[in-house]
Structures are given as C-alpha cells and as structure tokens.
C-alpha cells in the first residue's frame, strides 16, 4: 500500500513559480515510477510527467515542456513538480500517482495504481 499526500498549491499571478510536493508512505516509493497529472473540473485527467524509478529517466507534457521539472528524493519519499513561468490554462487540480513496483515510466492514469488526494493551483491573469 502506498499512500500520497499532495502539498503546496496555491493563487499565483501568471509569470509566477510554484513547487508542489508529494509525500508518500511505505517501503517501495523507491521502487516505483511516478507521475503528475492535472483535471479541470468536467475535463479528462491530463498527464503533466513522469519519473522513474531512480529518476534518470523523465517525461513531459508537451504543453509543460521546458516550464516544468520533475524531481524525486527517494531518501524523503517525495517527488516535487517544480512550476515555472505559469500560465493561466495551468489552473487545475494536480495529482501525484505512484505505478506499480519494477515497471517504467507512463503517461495514461490507467497505469498508476495509487492516488493522492490533489492540491489546487490557481493561475491568475
């Protein structure tokens, strides 16, 4: 069982920086590839990146390319989505999800067995 607990969304103007955490509970976070995804409500839950397992290996969003790094500390069992140069349409609810253990990195939610509850991040114009 692995449990996530989002953190650190908020109001920010357009042009503005955020880092959202994700802390997890139990003994394979390391083991685990993970990822970020957002949902507007009454929109399909979007994917915004990935990390693998040691965190060498990841991916974006095309639309969040070169704006947004993913980054984990496996030692603290959290991974970060450090945002920059936010814009408007990146107001949305977002997610951190943890894949199963052993497997690589993925961008359909099917793909990710657990959840985290969200933290909202508004985006002012």
């Known amino acids: 069982q692995v449990q996530l607990v989002e953190s650190g969304g908020r109001l920010v103007q357009a042009g503005g920086s955020l880092r959202l955490s994700c802390a997890a509970s139990?003994?394979?976070?390391?083991?685990?590839?993970l990822g970020w995804f957002r949902q507007v409500s009454g929109k399909e839950r979007e994917f915004v990146a990935a990390i693998s397992r040691n965190g060498p290996t990841t991916y974006y969003a095309d639309s969040v390319k070169g704006r947004f790094t993913i980054s984990r500390d496996n030692a603290k069992n959290t991974v970060y989505l450090q945002m920059n140069s936010l814009k408007p349409e990146d107001t949305a609810v977002y997610y951190c999800a943890a894949r199963p253990v052993g497997v690589g990195v993925a961008s359909r939610d099917y793909e990710y067995d657990y959840w985290g509850q969200g933290t909202q991040v508004t985006v002012s114009s």
């Open positions: 139990g003994r394979t976070f390391s083991s685990r590839p």
